[in-house]
């Protein structure tokens, strides 16, 4: 389904949390390759994707969205997962080691939130709002927070030496 035009500074937002989140799981996996020599730098740029991307883009979806057409359980979904995520993200910026397991469960749920929003919830928005209260939208987050542009944000891919 095409993705209507209001929804869609929040799917180019998913599409680079996906990227993210695949990227937090090859961090857990490289453990042994750097992860530690790299993890302070590794916590500022968790910091800036979470101050600056994630918590206004879940802020957006909270507020903006025209939550009044759908079944309570849908928002208690995206309300529930959003609060495992910002408490996986707390816990790895204020962790002087890495935590490879909660850097695997933050990629996974994640990227699960994602997929569940652009393959469910926004089907979902399209298909039961009319299109004045979609507009509406648009409208919202036309005025919400500036989107990172660079990718300096991104934790970098460490291999093998
Ligand atoms: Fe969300
Ligand atoms: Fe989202």
Known sequence: MQRHESLRPLSRDHHLALRYANRLVALADAEGHGLARHWSDIRLRFARYWSEALAPHFGEEEDALPWEYLDPDWRERLLDDHHRIGTLFRHLMASAVADTGVLR???????????????????????????????RVAAKLAHGHERLTDLGWLPPRLTPN
């Not at 749920?109 to 039961?128: I, N």
């Open 105 to 135: 469960e933050l990629g996974r749920r994640l990227g699960a939130h994602a997929r569940w929003e652009e393959q469910e919830l926004f089907r979902v928005f399209q298909e039961r709002v009319p299109a004045g209260a979609l507009a």
